[in-house]
């Protein structure tokens, strides 16, 4: 009771039951690294100590100062407050990197009298309305991976630096046994380049739409609490990483290391087993991702998408949809309700106690 943070906490996991059967994947090494050469281009108040009653004095010197376990369990020097990855109000990192290139671009079109051209955005009226098939609970594939993608490559673009480790140096530990050209790691890489090593991933491994929100919390969570930079060196392995960890933490039957390698074909299950190891203990061991984050990465992919002209595909609201969108309205808020039940059986905090008692003043 009381704690406000849980750490390597891993939401609906369960043992692997075993890996997936078909067929064994075709060689996707060609799609990732084609055209790869061609593509040329407030640190927060510490906590007060605490005070303690005067009628409980130990002593001084005592060794009686606890702290409280949430605060044991952040990563040191490092305020929750100000980690987009940990606090639902702190502002994501790609959407502020993002934000200067969509000035520039606005500003560029408004000096140069550039037309935005045909509106493609469809609009809601008082007799239509518009919606799309993505949900912050049902995200469409193929827009979140685009859009995760768009801001991995806002990381790439605007980083401060090129602070990176040698466990994501793919000079040093590389994806493939073919030599890559030096100027490879010269350009940063374009949006559909690291949109097709994704996608291909995702395609192969059959991971989710929510996995790929999921892997952008934990990029971003290792660029903070390791103090690198994502750049052309060691992008594909730190997204590579934050997959791997993902798809084990989100998806009850997760992809086991050695089906990354039926994927990569040149990577090996034990370079694949240190480099999550190494990407969990850059995170702490700091796996929770509570919903509040989860729904603020969501709407902001949203905003980076509306930004840069990634439209959603929209369609009129008809009948049928509307009486589905009802029913699974009413099905979550049934279960919301049961939850709440359950947990105040379960348990009742020192809040939770005084809020339900509701006892008549006696006025004497």
């Known amino acids: 009771m009381g704690n406000t943070l849980t750490c390597c906490v891993s939401p609906n996991a369960s043992p692997k039951l ?3 059967a078909g067929p064994a994947e075709p060689d996707y090494e060609s799609e990732i690294y084609e055209a790869a050469a061609g593509d040329a281009v407030a640190v927060a108040p510490a906590p007060a100590a605490a005070v303690e009653p ?14 409280h376990i949430s605060d ?3 990563p040191e020097d490092l305020a929750l407050e100000s980690n987009p990855s940990d606090h639902p109000r702190a502002s994501t990192i790609f959407l502020s990197k993002s934000q200067t290139d969509v000035r520039e671009k606005r500003k560029s079109n408004h000096l140069n009298h550039v037309s935005p051209g045909q509106l493609t955005k469809k609009y809601s009226s008082c007799s239509t309305i518009f919606l799309d098939d993505s949900t912050v609970s049902q995200p469409n594939l193929r827009t979140t991976i685009k859009c995760v993608t768009l801001a991995i490559y806002y990381h790439i673009k605007n980083r401060d630096a090129n602070r990176s ?5 793919e000079r040093s530990h590389p994806l493939t046994r073919e030599k890559v050209p030096e100027e490879y790691f010269k350009h940063d890489p374009e949006h559909k380049f690291i949109y097709r090593f994704v ?20 990029l971003e969570r290792l660029l903070t609490y390791a103090e690198i930079d994502i750049c052309p060196t060691n992008w ?42 190494h990407f969990l203990e850059l995170l702490q061991f700091n796996i929770n991702v509570p919903a509040s984050v989860y729904a603020k990465y969501y709407f902001d992919l949203r905003s ?20 589905n969108l009802e029913a699974i309205s009413r099905l979550c808020e049934d279960k919301y309700k ?5 947990a105040m059986r379960r348990s009742l905090s020192a809040d939770n106690f005084i809020g339900i008692q509701r006892s008549n003043a006696i006025l004497s």
């Open 18 to 20: 075993g890996r997936r």
């Open 165 to 169: 480790l040698d466990i994501f140096d």
């Open 338 to 342: 049961d939850l709440c039940r359950a």
């Open 236 to 277: 594909k392995r730190i997204v590579l990483g934050a997959i791997l960890l993902a798809s084990k933490v989100w998806d009850d039957q997760a992809v086991w290391n050695v089906d990354y390698c039926q994927i990569l074909k040149d990577i090996t299950v034990e370079d694949m087993n240190e480099m999550e190891r």
């Open 72 to 74: 044991r369990e952040m």
């Open 304 to 323: 980076l998408a509306d930004d840069n002209n990634l439209n959603f595909l929209f369609a009129p609201l008809s009948k049928e949809r509307a009486q």
């Open 199 to 218: 996608r291909t991933l995702f395609s192969a491994a059959q991971l989710t739409a929510e996995c790929a929100i999921v892997t952008l919390v934990y």
């Open 54 to 67: 005067a009628e409980l004095d130990f002593g001084a010197g005592e060794g009686h100062h606890l702290q």
